[in-house]
């Protein structure tokens, strides 16, 4: 617990949740936040939620446009430890009716800007801090047909941690990878379908149920708290991986 206690910490997608989860339990620790995502309604109701006693601010930006990270990382100032679990829902077409635009906005706001997160968080980064970006389970289990483009992003964020850990040491940079997560996400995804297609995968899961963000939590604080632990992925998928 002490290894968070006043430690500064960035959640990039922090308003909702596996971000606000990750937030929750990182406050419990003692950490203060700076939760960072696209929408101020969402973010100040983040912060209402987690009350934290003036220990949680927010900064509004859109992480596929260069000029507000960079300003939101100057506002920001020297901080500790960075999680980024923002994203957008994947295209899933088959790959013969794949929309290239489509695809270029995913690539864009999920791996360019973990990337423009990563060139402007560096600046004011404490030495030997973290940062942690996360993965999924389509890397390992993609969806068939239509999940060729998320399962190559997703996979592309094991080998941009070894090489960013390799360039930013001592700070120590690592990927978290969930599996099926209850999250706001799901529900753009399929909508009313949900809880078919929950009931379905929970009663194949070894672990019997569908994660909340609270399950996958630990595995983001591990990360942070590790002082041993670079360049690696953290699978935390309830066995997912197995079926």
Same mark, same amino acid.
């Given at each position: 617990m002490a290894q968070l206690m006043g430690k500064k910490i960035v959640v990039v997608g922090g308003s909702s949740g596996i971000g606000l989860g990750v937030a929750a339990a990182a406050l419990e620790r003692g950490a203060e936040l700076v939760l960072v995502g696209r929408s101020q309604?969402? &973010? &100040?109701? %983040?912060?209402? +939620?987690?009350?934290?006693?003036?220990? #949680?601010?927010?900064v509004t930006a859109d992480m596929t446009r260069q000029a507000e990270i960079a300003a939101a990382f100057a506002g920001i100032g020297t901080f500790d430890h960075l999680v980024s679990t923002a994203g957008t829902p994947p295209p899933g077409d088959p790959i013969g009716e794949t929309d290239a635009?489509?695809?270029?906005?995913?690539?864009?706001?999920?791996?360019?800007? !973990? #990337?423009? #997160? %990563?060139?402007? *968080?560096? /600046?004011?980064?404490? $030495?030997?801090? +973290?940062?942690?970006?996360? +993965?999924?389970?389509?890397k390992d289990r993609? @969806? #068939? @047909?239509?999940? !060729?483009?998320? +399962? *190559?992003? *997703?996979? =592309?964020?094991?080998?941009? =941690? /070894? $090489? &960013? $850990? &390799?360039?930013? =040491?001592p700070s120590r940079v690592n990927i978290v990878s969930p599996g099926w997560v209850d999250t706001p996400m799901f529900d753009e995804l399929v909508g009313e379908a949900k809880a078919g297609y929950f009931a379905e995968m929970a009663a194949r899961l070894p672990v019997g149920r569908i994660a909340a963000p609270s399950d996958v939590a630990p595995a983001y604080l591990y990360a942070m708290e590790s002082e041993f632990m670079t360049g690696e992925t953290i699978h935390i998928d309830g066995g997912q991986r197995l079926i």
């Open positions: 309604d969402k &973010l &100040l109701q %983040a912060q209402r +939620s987690l009350g934290g006693n003036g220990r #949680v601010k927010t635009e489509m695809v270029r906005r995913f690539v864009d706001d999920k791996l360019i800007g !973990a #990337v423009l #997160v %990563a060139k402007y *968080a560096v /600046r004011t980064l404490t $030495a030997g801090g +973290s940062m942690t970006f996360t +993965s999924g389970i389509n993609p @969806p #068939v @047909p239509g999940g !060729a483009v998320v +399962s *190559a992003i *997703a996979g =592309a964020f094991s080998y941009f =941690a /070894r $090489a &960013l $850990a &390799l360039e930013l =040491a």
